[in-house]
């Protein structure tokens, strides 16, 4: 009797707090693409054709916009700027995720208002957009495909991170990393008392996001922010074998942008590279692994490796 009473006990706390459980948030994998605004959308397609060797696509969600895939499942979304077009040129950034409806729906029981409805493409991808606590545009997206295979003749194939403007870390933080889930990777700066990049994997892969800081505490104040330097600031990273050969490439096949910069070795440990496109925003080449000790602060998670 005392073991049947044991029994059911030990199963109703059980019970109890399977229901009392926190819902799992569904996977957010990796960076989907980048979305930025161009003034001349054909000095724009030369770059991302010829200089990055991407392969131009119909853009599902804008008919005027154009999308440059790298891979099946990453691309850059170029779109036409509007007559009153700021200084900034991004429009939104894009990460995946496995279920985007059961993401919206875990973000919308969170309190989370500027939801976007469920978007789908003709070969069935599905999207949603909402904005973080500064105001960026960000769409979580569910790529149609399920394998990622490169575009043949691409500098690169994969994106490992985007990166844009931040003013308050503590308010990014809590959307990215205490609702979201980002992870802590690496964090730098030019001198010992600055904080100029804070970079942070998604929950269920290793690509990052990385904060630009701008502001107190940060290198960038907010009087040297003007179109050059969001160009900067606002940018997407390419993964890279080998640095020497893929400058090579861009060297031997006439491709370098009229605007580039580097090699150079980077705080982080990496060799990297700079490319710009016709509106300046910055296209970042970056080997997949540190070849020395980075500055300021040890990697807290594992480096993509491809």
Partial sequence: ????????????VTLLGAVNAPEARPPITGVSHLAVYARDMSKADQFYTHVLG??????????DGVRYYLSDRQFVEV?????????SMLAHV??????????????????????????????????????????NGVQFVQPARGVDTPVPGAISGRIIH?????????????FYRQLLGFRPYW????????????????????????YMMVGAGSDVTDDKVDARQLGVLNHLSLGVQN????????????????KHD??????????????????????????FQPVMKPCCSPFTADSPTR
């Fill in 243 to 258: 640095m020497q050969a893929a400058v090579t490439t861009l060297y031997r096949e006439d491709r370098l942008s009229a």
């Fill in 94 to 135: 894009a990460y995946t995720t496995s279920d985007a409806r059961a993401l919206r729906t875990w973000l919308q029981k969170r309190g989370v208002e500027k939801l976007g409805g469920i978007q789908r493409s003709p070969e069935g991808e599905l999207w949603f957009a909402t904005v973080d606590p500064e105001g």
């Fill in 79 to 87: 779109l036409p700027a509007g007559a009153r077009q700021g200084a």
């Fill in 187 to 210: 964090f730098g700066a030019f001198k010992p008392d600055k904080v100029d990049w804070v970079s942070q994997q998604t929950p269920d892969g290793r690509d990052w996001l990385e």
């Fill in 54 to 63: 991407a392969r131009k696509g119909s853009d599902p969600e804008n008919p």
């Fill in 162 to 174: 985007v990166g844009y403007a931040v003013h308050d870390r503590a308010r990014q933080d809590g």
């Fill in 262 to 287: 580097g090699p150079q070795m980077g705080l982080d440990g990496k060799w990297q590279a700079n490319l710009y496109d016709p509106d300046g925003t910055r296209v970042e080449l970056m080997e």
């Fill in 1 to 12: 009797m005392i073991a049947r009473f044991l029994l059911a006990t030990a199963t109703a």
